[in-house]
Structure formats: structure tokens, C-alpha cells
């Protein structure tokens, strides 16, 4: 399934090629997908494509309406929902305002599948034609079982969402860091194709992370890795909104940029870090300066990032432009300094800003894996 998704359209003698499976056994499979909805045969047309022994090349490609699958992206002000069909083509997508960024689970779960509802029938289709959905969202998650250690989503620790999910939701719900979501984002869709090491740094109300390593999303052990934003910067530093001091978030995250900001004014003026932004540009010496502190901070993470792990590539990924102020080259400029030096260039540091969706598209993507692995044990089971 995985070298036909990644292909597109494949020959069978090619997967054999592509997995070192014998070309029985790749037929043997490839008819139990074919029987099973999942795949659909491509008959050539043209002669051009026949092999020399006249018969024709038949390809195979995933069954794109087989399947509807949800990516969901919980951002701290809006819901954005995207449902792809299972070759990930785009069907349907809706965005929602969210009244209330910190909710109990109860009302999370709710406010979850009623955004997929709607989106599912503004495409003129239910949630119950969904065969699964991916959920991004911040903090420490487990994904493999969907429990949630911590998230600034949720007014409870230890919400074991997966199965409160499960209890509501008609199709299976899969749960990751929206970090670890971007990055698969980013290695099927976007500037990270063809690359199988590499970082994703994402700034919104937090501050996150998603390694690829060998082409795997790298989670650590209890699903707790990757929390730059949580990495220590200062002693006894400012405090965190996960309750410890002198995390990088502290200082980058944007509720910490408007904290500083107020008060060092000494009023709450600036209702967003855009209108500081544009406060600084225009010569205010004070949006200045608490601008410049967090992007101190955020070269001294992004310099210890390269030096712990030396990526082919990172990205700054962010989807507003009211984080502009944190994708500037002096930024980048700065990190450099701080990086070990030897006589090679340091990984290249890019940034992309894209939208919400892009991020629904990664849970999106990893749901399709997901619902995919079921599929394929379901006809394993039945096998048996
Ligand atoms: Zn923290």
C-alpha cells in the first residue's frame, strides 16, 4: 500500500521491484486489495505503454473513493477541518472560530465532531461516510493510544481522548502533536519531499517540534519528545503555561510577547503581537525591545537544535503572518552565530508560512496511514 500510494500508479513487477517482494506474492496481495475495495486496476490504452510481449501493462493506483478520511487542526482561535479522499485528494474543507481555546474534554470531543458534521455536509455527505480522522492538536500526546499527557487545549491533564473519542465518533479517531503533523505535512506536500532527515519548528500560541528521522516521525518513548518549546532557556525564568520556568515558549510563545509587552506599558494597548509588530516598526522603542528579547530566544532554540541534531534541513513553519515577526533573517542570522562551527555550511533554516489547512492536511495524511493499517489487518484476520 505504501509504495503504491508513493507512486501513484504502479505496475505490479515494480512493487516487487520497490518492496523485494517475490512478483507471486505481490499478486497474491494486490488481489486481495483489489478484492477489497482498496486498489483499482489501470488498463492502458495506448499501445505505446503494451509490453513487448503484447499484453498490457496493467498498473494499479489506491481506490480513491473508497475511503473519506477527516484532518482535523485545533488551533488556539479557529478549527480547520479538510476531508481528503483515500488517494489524498482534496473533497471537502470549513474553518470555525472556537469561542472557547481551553475547553473540558467533554466539550472538546463535542465541539470536534460538530465541526467535522458540518464540514462533511457543506461536501453533501455525513460524518458516518468517514472511515477515519485525524485530530492535531498541541501538547504531549501519545498518539499511539490518543491519550493526552498534557495540552493547552484542555482544562485536564490526563484525558484519555482517544477513548472518549472513540465513544462518540462513528469512525476510529487518530490523535497527534500538531508538530509531528506538520512535519508529515511537510514530507508528503511540502518543502521536505525527498527528504528523509529534517526539522519542523512551528510558532503559533506554543511552540513546537517534529523530527523526521529516516523518514519516520521520531515521538520518544512516552510520546512526550520534541518539546522545544519546553526547553529550558533561563533559570528560574518566566513562567510557562505548562507550569515550569524558563521554557523557550515563555518568551517566544505569543501569549508571552503581549505578557512583556503589558508589562513593561504597563497596560494591555496591544490586543494582538501583529498591532506590536506594527507598534515596533514604527519606531516605538519599548515594541522594540520585547520583539528583539523573544527573538534572542528563539536563535538560542533554533542554534541548540542544530547542534543536538545536525538536520538536513529545518523549517520555520507558522501559518499567520502575525508571527512575521519571528521569520526575519537577523533571527537566523543569530543562530548561526550560536551554532558549533566547522568548516561545512550549517544546515539550511527555511521558512514556510502556510495556512491551517496545510496543517489539517498532515492529520489528514496521517489518518489515511492509519485507516490503511486497519484495513490491511481486517483482511489479514479474515485470512486467517
Ligand atoms: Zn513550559
New binding site residues.
Partial sequence: MDSIRSAGEIARIDIADATGFSPATVTAITSELLNAGLIEEIIPENKQSQSRRGRPRVAIKLAGRSHLIAGVKLGHKVISVLVLDFEGQDVVSQEFPIANPRMDPAEFVEVMLEAVSKTCESGGFTINDLSGIGLSMAGLIHATDGFVHWSSSLTERNVDMGALMEKASPCPVFIDNDANLVAKAEHLFGVARNLENFIVITIEHGVGMGIIIDGKIYRGIRGCGA?L??TKVQLEGAL?????RG?L??YVGDYAILREAHSVLGEEIHEDVGSLYDAANNGDQLAVSVLDRAARMLALGLANVVNIFDPELIILAGAQMSYRHLYEDKIIDAAKQQVVQIDAEMPPIRVHAWGDLMWAKGAAAYAIDQVSALKVRELSRNAD
Fill in positions: 518539546e518549546g519546553h510557562c503555561q505548562c507550569g515550569q521554557c515558549e515563555a
